[in-house]
């Protein structure tokens, strides 16, 4: 079964060789990783980091194998034991896929973490924008990626074979007085539209006017700003290991809840047994 596409990925290649400028949301996922792996009790000798930005990810850990985020990954089986997908995850056709191969390339017990953005970003243009859409044109058109939930996503690392695994988010709020300023900085992080379905027509003026105006009547602040949201979700799994932490079995526990918090236990009332009637 073939993987539908997602991704013009021409494209997509063509908005990152023309990144450059505000990097802040790059910056602040760096910053956010650093400190997860700072809190990590261990040392890391073969990691290795996807992304489609090498130039501002390459140095993220000294000696780190950088790879692009292509379908087939560049990376061997167990030779790792860090692997870090970088700001890249949400414009794979195929994300389990693409946890898969990073969870094939760490050795057993080796650390998965993750971050990319998530299905709230942007959420306030892409209502305008859908709602403009629909009153000029009476339908929509793929203008903005779909970004997977947070849900969604630690479902995916349980199901890409992940133990322990977790998703969690981090949600920021930008005010931008202009919304040029805000399409500028998507075209500097090279997150421009790359979608397969894209419009390749010329998008007629009245469509951003109209998206301004409901923007402004929904989304801007007292002094005017256009507040534009965006999700970091962050993931971390880890490759299987016959060392690693189990849950006990149901019923194996030998201690009560009760004892170990210092409470009174309450036992429930019995159950009343109903008979049949005639």
Known sequence: MTTPRLTDRAALLRNRARAGGPMFLHDLAREELQDRLGMVNRTFTAPAIVTGLPTLWGDLLPGA???????VLDLAEGAHDLVIHAMALHWADDPIGQLVQARRALRPDGLFLGVLFGGQTLAELRAV???AESELRGGLSARILPMAEIRDLGAALQRAGFALPVADSLRQSVAYQELDTLFADLRAMGERNALA??????????LFSTARKLYAESFATR???YMAGFELIFLSGWAPSSNQPKPLRPGSAKARLADALGANEVPLPET???EPKD
């Not at 194998?65 to 379908?71: F, G, L, Q």
């Not at 379905?197 to 009245?206: F, G, I, Q």
């Open 272 to 274: 009343v047994k109903m």
């Open 223 to 225: 002094d005017g700003a």
């Open 197 to 206: 379905a894209r419009p390749r027509s010329m998008t007629a003026r009245a």
């Open 129 to 131: 924008l859908a709602q």
């Open 65 to 71: 194998r950088v790879v692009p985020d292509t379908p």
